[in-house]
């Protein structure tokens, strides 16, 4: 018996983890009705899902509007929030030249640093020239980089023969993610 009591307060426990950091929350009603006061009903909650921000406070306790219905304009766009969250725009990679093309090796290497807090795909050109500074060649790949870190890209020649023509790389310096 002494086993079960246990078990029962360490599933009670799970239970109250789980619901926490699942944002589910006691205090903030989530319903089909538009409104709630504050303290009753449940529900699935998020910092991203102010839906309305009207709110006031009488007696000591506050009272917040959660409109779940967004109005619509006549064009069909809405103009209410959104419930998902947007997330801010990726910077461009940053990149340097390792090493040009030689008639051995018919890519140039580059190296590819991502400063944004997730990964990404960034686009990364390489434009060979020749001695004349005209355009032998200009190459582009997409390449995945982890959050902030820094990798080396090869960008090859689009054929290999041109490697005699090349004098010098120039890569883009920012890569636009992807």
């Not at 899902?49 to 619509?72: I, L, P, V």
């Not at 959050?147 to 041109?162: C, I, Q």
């Amino acid at each position: 018996m002494h086993r079960r009591g246990r078990r029962l307060k360490f599933t009670a426990v799970a239970v109250l983890v789980v619901l926490s950091l699942t944002g589910f929350s006691s205090g903030r009603g989530h319903g089909s009705s538009g409104s709630s006061s504050g303290g009753d009903g449940g529900g699935c909650s998020s910092s991203s899902q102010n839906h309305d921000s009207s709110s006031s406070t009488s007696g000591g306790s506050t009272y917040r509007d959660h409109d779940d219905d967004d109005d619509y304009n006549d064009t069909g766009s809405s103009s209410g929030s959104s419930s998902t969250s947007t997330s801010k725009p990726l910077s461009d990679a940053r990149v340097k030249l390792v090493s040009c093309a030689t008639e051995d090796e018919a890519y140039a290497t580059v190296e590819v640093s991502n400063p944004n807090s997730r990964a990404a795909y960034f686009t990364v050109t390489v434009r060979f020239l020749d001695a004349g500074s005209e355009q032998v060649d200009v190459r582009s790949v997409d390449e995945y980089v982890a959050a902030n870190d820094e990798v080396k890209v090869r960008v090859p020649l689009s054929s290999p023969g041109l490697a005699a023509q090349v004098d010098r790389c120039d890569p883009d310096p920012y890569a636009p993610a992807g």
